[in-house]
């Protein structure tokens, strides 16, 4: 059976599951529709999703993302922000498209190149997933082996942390120890939706170094009575 693009009508906010999906019918639809749409598409064991974000689902994912970034530029941390990008295995017969995605552990192994292969490239370290919409599935994320999975579902951000192959929740991120973000995240983006984004950055660029300020200076502490 062939499915024409023509076809698939996915209105804003809504998704469309699909079953008994082959691989070669996953990669044909990705390139029909192309890298320039407004849909996200995944792929797990012959499921396919195809899914529309509202404008709200865009607006949290891009204020949460850059939020990550100030706290990655303050850490002097080295990052690749690839978006939706897709991430895709054949022999995992798993494709997925994060809302955002985050290479910092490993983003000198990426550094530079126009297309990531999952055969001799790392997964992301960190994803971020706006389950606005829809509800994130874990297994997809799992199987590709991303160490660190944000979930925002417009009232809570969970952090899930991939351990013997499996998610479970996390107070903090291994990446930004020391950092409440669950709360202070999903302040400053509530914030945003009164005062601005560009203020918004600055009060939180400031929180950042306030708390790593506070930070060393307990390390510190801790490194004289050791």
Partial sequence: MEVQLKQIIVPPGQQLLMTDVSWPMYEQLLLEFGEKRGSRINYSGGVLE?????PEHEDDK???????????????????????TTFKSETMKQGLEADDCFYIENEAAIRGKKRIDLTVDPPPDLALEIDITS???????????????????????????????QYIQGNESPHFPGFSLGEAILEYLERSKIE???KIMKAFRAWVRERKGKRNKWQEVGKKAS
């Avoid at 195809?50 to 509202?54: F, G």
């Avoid at 939020?67 to 690749?80: A, H, P």
């Avoid at 509800?135 to 351990?163: C, D, M, P």
């Fill in 50 to 54: 195809i899914m529309v974000p509202l």
């Fill in 62 to 84: 891009v204020i949460i993302a850059d939020l990550v970034k100030v706290l990655l530029e303050e850490l002097d941390i080295e990052f690749r922000s690839l978006g939706s």
């Fill in 135 to 165: 509800r994130t599935q874990f297994h997809n994320y799992e199987a590709l082996g991303v160490r660190e999975l944000w979930r925002f579902n417009g009232t809570n951000l969970k952090i899930n942390l991939l351990q013997e192959g």
């Fill in 196 to 198: 601005g984004r560009n």
